[in-house]
């Protein structure tokens, strides 16, 4: 046989060899990629489940701030504005806690009570929602406590004085 079909059977022997440790290498690469995104989907999954279920755990506060949820009122978290009471509302709320029991925030507040004065110049105050229960088939907050940031001083509010109830619907 000469040298060059043994040279050219060498050849492809070689390059049959070479392809065949790169198909090997290819399907062990992929088997490596499919068991990270599974393991990847897993974890994907376990953080949206423990996000869904902390956020169905996590009360909506029912509110009647503007015009469109005036008569209704409307399920959120976090609101910038809410109207605690007919009386009584808070703004630029800075909400530092909201979870399954209580939601703690801090904001401006103006009320009937002391049109007067507080239009314009809203009262700084701490706003704790709290008592929460199950209400038209959604967990809502069901109370309040208001405290003012100097103390209740010269209002005598009935929204000053306790826990009061919320709109709950």
Same mark, same amino acid.
């Given at each position: ?81 809410? !109207?605690?009471?007919? =009386? %009584?509302?808070?703004? #630029? ?5 909201? +979870? /399954?029991?209580?939601?703690? @925030? $801090? ?32 967990? !809502?907050?069901?109370? =309040? %406590?208001?405290?003012? #940031? ?5 209002? +005598? /509010?009935?929204?000053?004085? @306790? $826990? ?6």
């Amino acid at each position: 046989m000469p040298s060059t079909t043994r040279r050219t059977r060498r050849s492809r022997t070689a390059m049959g060899a070479a392809l065949a440790g790169v198909a090997v290498l290819g399907m062990f690469a992929t088997a490596q990629a499919a068991d990270a995104a599974t393991a990847s989907q897993r974890t994907a999954q376990a953080v949206h489940s423990t996000s869904v279920a902390r956020a169905g755990s996590t009360p909506y506060v029912i509110n009647h701030y503007g015009e469109e949820n005036a008569d209704r009122g409307r399920a959120e978290r976090n609101p910038a504005h809410l !109207v605690l009471s007919e =009386f %009584t509302s808070i703004n #630029a709320v800075d909400w530092k806690k909201w +979870d /399954a029991k209580r939601a703690v @925030g $801090t904001g401006e507040v103006t009320g009937s009570w002391c049109l007067e004065t507080c239009m314009d110049k809203p009262l700084k105050a701490t706003v704790t929602l709290s008592d929460p229960r199950t209400v038209d088939g959604r967990k !809502v907050y069901t109370s =309040f %406590t208001l405290k003012l #940031a100097g103390g209740a001083g010269q209002y +005598d /509010a009935e929204d000053l004085h @306790g $826990t009061r109830p919320l709109a709950t619907n």
